[in-house]
């Protein structure tokens, strides 16, 4: 389903920019770190318990830019609401050179997908396979931390798109999601734990891999 744009002008000439920031239970594009290849899913749920923190400081930027700001929860020019299709903001645009040009940008079609930076504690993450393809799949239980929702040239989930409206702790590893360089950018983490966590998904696929092969074997032998 495409959010599809929109504007609408009232008497007072406010405008918003509105877009999913993360998807729910959607496969992210490729993701590479570190040497690493993997997918992300962020599950239903993740921002339940962080979005109702009274310490909730959240800011709306352009591509991850924290000089180009647009708008903030705690002075109410950001809003973020949950529904069953993902994280959705609306950010109320200033009247500045940056939310001016932006605002027509996003009019115009230059720029239409959704980001965020957050960050998520190792026992919150859960590693596995893609059944179809095999690629490692991270998938985020909840989100500990969310920095930013931002307006991307290119979003880690396809389906991010924008809208427009016209109203005339240590253990928690911070992820950007911004798919313009296909990587993830990491402050902090276990890596010893995730290296474990992707060992345990591979060899599960490679015994699965192998039980298969012997189910063929033995299928072939009893044709002959």
Known sequence: MKF???????EDGKKFIEGYASLFNVQSRTISENGKTFREVIRSGAFDEILSSENLNVVANVDHDMQKMLGR????TLTLTIDNRGLKYGIEIPDTQLGRDIYIQVERGDYYESSFAYGARQN?????RDRGDGMLIRNIDKVSALRDVSI??????????VSLRNEDDS??????RSES???ETTTSGDTEETAAAEAAAAEAAETEAAARAEEEE??????A
């Open 218 to 223: 033995t299928a072939a032998a009893a044709a």
């Open 4 to 10: 599809k744009l929109r504007a609408i002008e009232t």
């Open 181 to 183: 360089d296909n990587q």
């Open 73 to 76: 929860n705690v002075s109410g």
């Open 152 to 161: 991307v040239r290119n979003g880690a989930f396809k389906n991010t798109d």
């Open 124 to 128: 919150d993450v859960e590693w596995s």
């Open 171 to 176: 253990d928690i590893e911070l992820c950007l």
